[in-house]
């Protein structure tokens, strides 16, 4: 297996001791099939173990490890060093505030998933002895990108409008909501309506698309924001121009 | 005690200098302006039709003039510009599942290219050409 | 120090946790639940679970065969009445989730699918494509978002369980983020912590599965049970033990060494049904202990193919074609592609076993009650034995609802039997001096040991004497090291002194934990002398029930090795038998 030197900047800060985060640069022996998550556990392990950071399944599934690498979201597990020259640069993600080195706070974003109620409220009451829902594979379909979400918020450190309004609900809170929308199961958007078809919520997207582009998922939160949108105008024109449409 | 959470400021003006994605962006934004002059100028000739031929005639001798026809040739790229960007976007923001599919890419595309020619030769249609 | 005052605390939030969390919370709105991790809930290591979760649900199937399948795939260690149990309440919790909105996947008509898993006689595993653990996390967490009495204590690290007269009355954590010490004051703690995989090297677990709950409940005294029953599964990418489901077998996909041929038949399991012809039960989808064994054979004789990762077999599943792997497995061929650069649609993946779960656990009886009172176990950090010897692909999931359900549940029952108040200034001490034992670590100088290196030679000796085939010989150094370093341990030293999410301070913390458990692996290990199920002994070759169908039960000492007990198994219809996966065909 072929070693390479790779010179790892990372951006410390300690809140107990600095005025400002700045970099600090370590100079790695990388396993050619190395990702940039096997690098910084190198540094912790056997250079510098102050420095701290998230990780855990190491399979691009539970969404700790997103960090800026080379100024780009990314989850460091799935960051190839092969995809990058000798020398990477990674700070925390852009637009969360920094708690530590690598760790962000995303007190901000549990509450917004929190805030656009992403369960099932049901169409009818229906209980365990009643047996399952049938839904069609087609049915499912309609919904099962917008599941694959791993919550890891590289799409809300790529939106700038997430980065200049802060209250923009943002991508992958959106994209929740409209799954459980499209659940043939579900009955309810209306509940979800009054977060979601706000000006803090799909009317603060301007489709810049940056949240799709990066998400690692394909869950194209983007998509999702614009179907919403679609579907709010529908809403209003049907309510506004045709009132006997609506029950 | 520990200190607080370091907040990274985004410059209000520069922020899209920052990265090639948000600068397309922006592109894309500025593109509209020029759309908006001209449905402006659009509507402005409206209001001339209706204040009589006299009027009418004037407005289309300003249009006439070069600095009028160059603003018309760059509105027309960017509008083409904006309509291609906004296309090749359209599978994901209108998604049509028929079965348990949904329709490729290309055939919503191809479907709103079809809409914009037929929609093009019904106005030339109309206009006589 | 800030205390906090419930009724119940559930420590750890994976699937077990959370199904316990949303079993009180429905139960009673008025109970005071705290719900503590050392993660986001959402990044629990259920999210890497892939195959799908065992119930019976179709016409073909019966409950009785789902209980057969599961005690003959323990190798009878279970106890029966608890599978009884086990699998008469899966098929509900898989309903309960489905109403929950977990996106299984299904059939043309719009029932639940099930695909086939190893050792299972009939196809009852329910699926979501190849992401099921994940789904069923992100399912119930966001269920739990609409009870307000959970009350979240995410980025926690539960520290020590406090013991007041006898009963369980809350534990310590400290709030990650600030460092700062929290008492939790409750009448019950469930535990739900998960696995320990990491006491090994190569692991399908991710960095979270450090048993810490395991020792939380094995230094208050609670006996860990059946510690030497690690299964390794048969299909783990090399280099990084990422897994690749079985899922994949159970859609058709094969296992061929070098030359190319299904060695399985060789091992009791064939005979070589045609290719895209699964016989269930047997060749591929026999049970995960066997697959393993069968590759450490195919090494020894030179059969496996010699990869920059070390030595490989093979699983194909080109003859799938790219339709049905799309469809079925598209992470396993984002994994492999992203991984080891093969995509499953036109390559061979090299594979080759990894450790992948804990049989044992924290001992608790059918009620996920422990022997304390007030204490609770549910999910991979329990063992209330439905998983024997050897547990099957897909129960793990389901017991998680299952007994996270029935942990939750006993507990209302038990605080609400009166006489459980939390003696305020006795726990108050004893978390005092938790966070003692916390400062001495934390400020400690003059160390001369470094984590990583301990865990290193922790991981090594594991690997090296605790493996798929054990030896007396191999035990008795693997135990000598443990001991050495658990001495060790208390060398070390923290470089970091920060107390904002000083993750060198909880590396530590799990390491200590990690040395507890694994001891009690490798003890168990030594003293078991026979082979059965995943615990196979080159010097003890055959299973021996009569000295051996038990239980073994483990019990902490400071210094010294864990104490080894053995309990009876519960047998309530199936008598030891032998295990077949030769199919019908003799
Ligand atoms: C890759 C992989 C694939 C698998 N596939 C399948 C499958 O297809 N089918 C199947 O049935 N099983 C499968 N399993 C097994 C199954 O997924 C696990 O056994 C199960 O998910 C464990 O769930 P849990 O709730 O017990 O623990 P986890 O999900 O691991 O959660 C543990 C929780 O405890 C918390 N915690 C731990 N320590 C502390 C502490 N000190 N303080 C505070 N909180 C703490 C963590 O933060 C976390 O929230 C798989 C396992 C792996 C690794
Ligand atoms: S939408 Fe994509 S980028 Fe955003 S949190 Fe989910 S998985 Fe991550
Ligand atoms: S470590 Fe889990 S997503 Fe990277």
């Known amino acids: 297996m072929s070693e390479r030197q790779v010179e790892v900047e990372i951006l410390r800060y300690d809140p107990e001791t600095d005025q400002a985060p700045k970099l600090q640069s370590y100079s790695v022996p990388c396993q050619e099939e190395w990702v940039v998550l096997d690098a910084i556990t190198y540094i912790k392990d056997h250079i510098d173990t102050t420095v701290s950071f998230r990780w855990s399944c190491h399979m691009a599934v539970c969404g700790s490890c997103g960090m800026m690498v080379n100024g780009e979201p990314a989850l460091s597990c799935k960051s190839f060093l092969r995809d990058y020259p000798d020398k990477i640069r990674i700070e925390p993600l852009a637009h969360f505030p920094i708690v530590r080195d690598l760790v962000v706070q995303l007190d901000d974003f549990m509450e917004k998933l929190n805030r656009v109620k992403p369960y099932i409220i049901p169409k009818e009451k229906k209980s365990v002895s009643d047996g399952q829902h049938k839904q069609s594979p087609a049915q499912l379909k309609a919904f099962k990108q917008y599941t694959l979400c791993i919550n ?64 690692p998922k394909q869950v194209d939160p983007a998509g999702a924001i614009q179907q919403m949108k679609i579907a709010s105008t529908v809403d209003w024109y049907k309510e506004h121009l045709m009132p006997w449409s609506k029950p | ?31 509209c302006i020029p759309i908006g002059i001209y449905t402006a100028v659009l509507i402005w000739g409206l209001m001339r039709l209706s204040q009589g031929a006299a009027a009418w005639e004037g407005f289309i001798e300003a249009l006439n003039s070069p600095l009028s026809i160059l603003f018309h040739l760059v509105a027309f790229v960017f509008a083409v510009v904006h309509t291609i960007s906004w296309f090749n976007v359209t599978p994901s923001a209108m998604r049509v599942q028929i079965g348990e599919d949904f329709a490729p890419g290309a055939v919503i595309i191809g479907a709103h290219y079809t809409g914009w020619v037929v929609v093009s030769l019904i106005v030339l249609f109309m206009a006589g050409v | 120090m ?32 705290a719900l503590l991790s050392k993660v986001y809930p959402m990044r629990s290591h259920t999210c890497a679970a892939e195959g799908g979760a065992a119930g019976v649900i179709k016409g073909d199937d019966s ?47 719009g029932s639940v699918a099930v695909r086939p898993f190893g050792g299972m006689k009939i196809k009852r595993t329910w699926f979501a494509a190849d992401k099921s653990g994940f789904h069923i996390l992100h399912t119930l967490f966001q269920t739990s978002l609409q009870y307000p009495s959970i009350r979240r204590f995410d980025e926690f690290y539960t520290t020590d369980l406090l013991v007041e007269d006898g009963r369980c009355q809350g534990c310590t954590a400290i709030e990650m983020s600030t460092g700062l010490m929290y008492q939790f004051q409750a009448k019950s703690v469930i535990v739900c912590t998960g696995g320990a995989g990491r006491i090994f090297s190569f692991t399908t677990n991710g960095a979270i599965k450090t048993g810490d709950g395991m020792a939380l409940a094995f230094r208050a005294g609670v006996a860990l049970k059946d510690m030497e029953f690690v299964q390794y599964h048969p299909t783990g990418l090399p280099g990084t033990g990422i897994l690749l489901t079985e899922g994949c077998r159970g859609e058709g996909g094969i296992l061929v060494n070098k030359h ?26 026999g049970p995960r202990d066997r697959l393993c064994q069968a590759f450490w054979h195919e090494q020894r004789k030179g059969n496996t193919v010699s990869t920059q990762w070390g030595d490989c077999v093979h699983l194909d599943l080109r003859h799938l074609g790219e339709k049905k792997i799309n469809e079925r497995l598209p992470f396993v061929r984002d994994l492999s592609i992203s991984y080891v650069g093969k995509d499953p649609v036109h390559d061979l993946i090299p594979i080759r076993p990894v450790v992948h779960y804990m049989m044992g656990g924290i001992h608790t009886d059918i009620n996920a009650a422990t022997t304390m009172p007030g204490l609770y176990a549910a999910g991979e950090c329990a063992c209330v034995s439905i998983n024997g010897a050897n547990r099957l692909g897909s129960n793990s999931l389901t017991e998680l609802l299952v007994f996270g359900k029935r942990a939750a549940l006993n507990a209302i029952e038990y605080i609400s039997s009166g006489g459980k108040d939390v003696d305020d200034a006795a726990v108050t001490k004893l978390a005092n001096e938790a966070q003692g034992r916390i400062t001495t670590l934390f400020q400690k100088s003059n160390g001369t040991e470094t984590i990583s290196g301990l865990r290193k030679e922790m991981t090594d000796t594991m690997e090296q004497g605790a493996g798929i085939y054990r030896t007396e010989e191999s035990l008795k150094e693997t135990c000598n090291k443990l001991n050495e370093l658990r001495s060790r341990f208390s060398a070390v030293e923290l470089n970091d002194k920060s107390n904002v999410f000083n993750t060198d ?64 198994v519960v047998i309530t219809k199936s008598k030891p038998g032998v295990r077949d996966y030769s199919g019908d065909k003799k």
Request: glycine share 8%; hydrophobic share 35%.
């Open chain 3, 2 to 33: 800030e205390k906090i005052q419930i009724d119940i605390a559930i420590v750890g939030a994976g699937g077990a946790g959370l199904r316990a969390a949303i079993a009180l919370a429905e139960s009673d709105p008025n109970l005071r639940i």
């Open chain 2, 1 to 31: 005690m520990s200190g607080k959470a370091y907040i990274r400021e985004m410059p209000k003006t520069t922020w899209w200098l920052s990265h090639s994605r948000y600068r397309r962006y922006v592109a894309r934004e500025v593109t």
């Open chain 3, 505 to 568: 301070l909880f590396s530590a913390l799990e390491l200590g934990a990690m040395l507890d458990v694994a001891e009690t692996v490798a003890v168990g290990a030594l003293e078991r002398k026979e082979s059965r199920g995943s615990h196979q002994r080159l010097d003890h070759t055959q299973r021996d029930d009569n000295n051996y169908l038990k239980h073994t039960v483990a019990y902490h000492d400071k210094t010294d090795p864990p104490r080894i007990d053995y309990l009876d």
């Open chain 3, 63 to 109: 409950l009785d065969l789902h209980f057969s399948d599961t005690v003959g795939g323990g190798d009878w260690l279970c106890d029966q009445d608890a599978v009884e149990y086990f699998i008469n309440e899966a098929p509900k919790e898989l309903t309960q989730l489905e109403h929950w909105g977990c996106p299984w996947s299904r059939e043309p008509d």
């Open chain 3, 260 to 285: 190319g041929y299904r060695y399985l038949q060789d091992y009791g399991m064939g005979p070589e049904p045609p290719l895209g012809e699964p016989v269930l039960k047997t060749m591929e989808l």
């Open chain 1, 152 to 215: 890891c918020t590289l799409c809300y450190a790529a939106c700038p409008q997430y980065g200049l309004v802060p209250d923009f609900i943002g991508p992958a809170a959106m994209a929740l909501a409209h799954r459980y929308n499209l659940d043939s199961r579900d009955g309810g958007r209306e509940q979800r309506q009054e977060v979601v078809a706000t000006d803090e919520g799909v009317w603060e997207c301007s489709f810049v698309g940056a949240c799709s582009e990066v998400c």
